[in-house]
């Protein structure tokens, strides 16, 4: 008899009929012998809704109350499935962040979680109960209500599982798991079975979807193994997990085409020490996070410098980029946002050499102009034309074979 | 300096811009330089809404994880409203009925108030903070949120103005009042400035709406005084208080239309002792109210019983009445819902002789037929048939000059 923790998202638990096949679902896993403790997220858009109505009554609401407001969500879809669980004669219990021992710091509207006391799930499983608890919730150390921020349940989830050192962590999503690719772009993509959380790190950090981030570090610095499905059919989905040596045979797990960032060049930067710190140390006190950065070789003293941001950062970044020109006597600012970031990533690549030559060889084939090239110990990324993004990801795709199982 | 409950309804606060409004009130009273605790329901029909959600989840919602969904409610309006005044500037904190410290016993969907801990309160009002809390709500003493049930916020505000001793307890709501009568049925009532808790009682428990038996009687017990007015305007409402030796010159307060009861009527019953005991206590096991009795005297050994219960209960009733029938060998038993109660209330009644004397003169000169007849010490009430209760509650009003000062 193994323990597992499920999560379910929004989408999966928007009506009340999904979320009696979600209880159907729960109850399934509960005929195989399996404790159970499912984390769920409120149900389809209600936090949206609750951020809407907040706008209406505040211009600018104060996150204590926030955070109350947005915890309600979860009360309501955990009731809802505790309920459709024991309508089907299963017993259940739902519990909020606090009650489950959820604990956070104080930060609201992006609380990180301190430690779970699973007292109360455990003495709730002891009875032979399932046990539903509220995602994205906990009390903080001052014993308020707090929201965990983007991506909370997922992490609610990942930090019940690791707390009680349960066999699974399920995601259910609305996808059935990571692709090579994007499927709206590739028609011949593959599920990826199973993959590692610093290639899923950087296809997330490179634009790929699926699981937020932040989640996705969390699981992988407590040691849980992710097994990231859909709640609408029954196919294995995809198994995020820490490395293991057989996952080095692949040269290439997977690839992400980012169209959200914006290019800013500063060009005539004298150059000398403490430029590059004179101009992303504005950036960095304003929260704005740099992706790639380029610097030119030098000409008579002078250099050009470009670096990516989020395209909602644009106008800050300019703006602060526009203030150090004049300080440190650079010729010109300019944005571009016309651009698109490919990124193939696989773990294999540290002990395979080669990978970049194919990635650009395949791009000066297709006649695509590479214009900023960045890379990690996992990733190679170009930035090109934003028009031309998607036929270098269908290209790469097909030189790296990713089709192929 | 006072300290002033408020309690604001689901209506008073059902939209964004009713919240906002609530909160300009709020900060009116504010500004006078009142210390002030507000209990607010949930947003209009939120309450319904959320019930209906449970039945397309669960035949039978269990009723831990209603209160679990139906306390979910307040929280919305209650972050609402406090993040409206933070907005106009003035500071403001939402407590949920746990965090107030309102403890009840452990009965789900109709808890009973034990205590109220104000320590969390005092706290945040010696801040200097409106102190907003949800209504509706409590916790256990085995530590689950429960709901009070109908009319449980006005319980929570009348339970808070108790515990803190607080100077004014005002229940803001959408009617303006207290009237003489049904103001759609006589268009002459008047507002009636100040009335007793026992008058209160017995219109609300003969038809009348506006506040809710139980929170009155609430209410009295503790001796905590209630100025019942409308949240949509700044007329003064009514006073619902203690009786006191002034309020005895009103001979008649008020009075109600009930055409919610049905009447039964056991024919041909065996008059000997402990007959009533076995019509009624099947009744009473049922949880069925019943409330006029009569009886008429024996002839032949053999009378006849009529009751009147509410027409919801009726069905039961009936099938209940048809089992005892048999075992008591009386003849026949019918029902009729055709019927209506006019009462008058008043704690005059109790100095003042001839108040029955008046009503029954003046429904005999409408030509209106009493069928049943039941008097308390401060009420009479006259069951007619259901067309010409509306008639009889005007003719009333008139022969005992309601509309005059």
């Known amino acids: 008899m193994a323990l597992v923790v499920q999560k379910y998202g929004g989408s999966s638990v928007a009506t009340p009929e999904l979320v009696r096949r979600v209880a159907e679902r729960i109850v399934r896993a509960r005929r195989k012998g399996h404790d159970l403790v499912v984390v769920v997220s409120a149900m389809g858009k209600t936090t949206d809704t609750l951020i809407r109505l907040a706008g209406e009554v505040s211009e600018n609401p104060p996150p204590r109350e926030m955070d109350m407001l947005l915890s309600s969500g979860e009360r309501i879809s955990m009731a809802l499935l505790a309920m459709a669980i024991q309508d089907m004669g299963y017993d259940a219990i739902s519990l909020t962040g606090p009650q489950a021992g959820i604990r956070t710091d104080t930060s609201h509207r992006k609380a990180r979680i301190l430690e779970v006391d699973t007292s109360r799930i455990r003495k709730e499983l002891s009875e032979g109960k399932i046990v539903i608890v509220a995602g994205f919730q906990g009390l903080s150390t001052e014993g308020e209500v707090t929201t965990l921020g983007r991506g909370g349940s997922d992490r609610t989830a990942v930090a019940l599982a690791y707390a009680l050192e349960a066999d699974q962590c399920e995601i259910y999503t609305d996808v059935e798991g990571v692709f090579t690719a994007d499927p709206r772009i590739v028609p011949e993509v593959r599920k990826i079975p199973v993959i590692s959380s610093d290639e899923m790190l950087e296809l997330a950090s490179s634009g790929a979807k699926v699981m937020e981030a932040r989640s996705v570090e969390f699981a ?186």
């Open 220 to 405: 992988s610095k407590y040691g849980v193994e992710i097994h990231v499905c859909s709640s609408f059919n029954e196919e294995p989905g995809t198994i995020i997990k820490r490395e293991d040596p057989s996952m080095e045979k692949v040269l290439v797990r997977g690839m992400a085409l980012d169209t959200k960032e914006a290019k800013v060049t500063i060009r005539g930067v004298p150059d000398r020490p403490g430029i590059a710190a004179a101009i992303f140390s504005p950036l960095a006190e304003a929260d704005i996070n740099v992706d790639m950065i380029v610097q030119n070789v030098s000409e008579d003293g002078f250099t050009d410098l470009s670096f990516t941001v989020n395209v909602s950062d644009l106008k800050t970044a300019l703006a602060l980029c526009e203030g150090t020109q004049a300080r440190i006597g650079a010729r010109e600012v300019t944005a571009d946002e016309d651009i698109a970031k490919v990124s193939v990533v696989g773990v294999g690549m540290r002990s395979h050499a080669g990978i970049a030559a194919i990635m650009f060889r395949t791009l000066a084939d297709e006649g695509i102009n590479i214009e900023m090239i960045a890379t990690s110990e996992i990733r190679i990324s170009c930035v090109v034309r934003r028009g031309e993004g998607e036929r270098a990801v269908r290209a790469l795709h097909r030189a790296f074979e990713l089709e192929r199982e």
